[in-house]
């Protein structure tokens, strides 16, 4: 385990919206994605005590977008209820902060980096779904921001087992590290210094 750091962090929830976590209509990572929703509440609880944001981007999508015209089918539209935070999620709008997002990454076109760069953030902990996707494209642009980035590996999820653990092991060893890094959330409450 590395040394404790002097970091404030951020976490970023990413995509655990009504849409992606209706059990009766799901999707392929719906099951994945219910599964990880325990440790990403017990770590947002973690942080609020610590005083640290926590901040869900969602997808917020119009039915006409670009992304809607391969194989991917609508879905999370704006202003809909699908595209609200999933009621799983311990989200608690007096503290929490809230940015819906038009594309994969949370810093794209949300107003993330300024909020992050006020409150004089230092690391973002990026959890939620699709491991693969928003979840990977968010930690690359926190890097491309100058932010430190964990992906949290029991907190975020894939549309299966192999794709989630294949991202895991292309990016456990990076010559990034420790500025990106790949942790369990408990692992990093050590590496943050946060009391048991």
């Known amino acids: 385990m590395s040394r404790p750091t002097e970091d404030k962090p951020a976490l970023l929830i990413i995509d655990m919206v009504r849409d992606n976590l209706d059990p009766d209509r799901p999707f392929p ?23 640290w944001p926590v901040i869900f981007s969602t997808d917020a999508f119009h039915e006409q977008d670009f992304i809607f015209s391969g194989r991917m089918k609508p879905h999370s ?7 609200k ?14 940015l ?4 994969f990454s949370a810093f794209f076109r949300t107003g993330l980096f300024e909020l992050l760069h006020k409150q004089k953030v230092t690391l973002c902990a990026v959890a939620g779904i699709a491991t693969n996707f928003c979840v990977l494209t968010t930690i690359m642009d926190a890097l491309c921001c100058d932010f430190k980035a964990v992906l949290l590996e029991d907190c975020t999820a894939a549309s299966s087992e192999n794709i ?3 991202v895991l092991a292309l990016y456990r ?18 590496i943050l210094s946060i009391p048991g």
């Open 29 to 51: 990572i719906t099951q994945f994605a219910l599964k990880i929703v325990p440790a990403i509440n017990r770590l947002s609880n973690t942080f609020r005590k610590q005083g």
């Open 77 to 83: 539209i704006a202003g809909t209820p699908g595209a």
């Open 85 to 98: 935070i999933a009621d799983q999620l311990d989200y608690k709008p007096d503290t929490d902060v809230w």
């Open 100 to 103: 819906p997002k038009p594309r």
């Open 164 to 166: 989630h653990e294949g």
């Open 173 to 190: 060893r990076n010559p990034l590290y420790p500025l990106f890094r790949v942790t369990t959330s408990r692992d990093l409450e050590e």
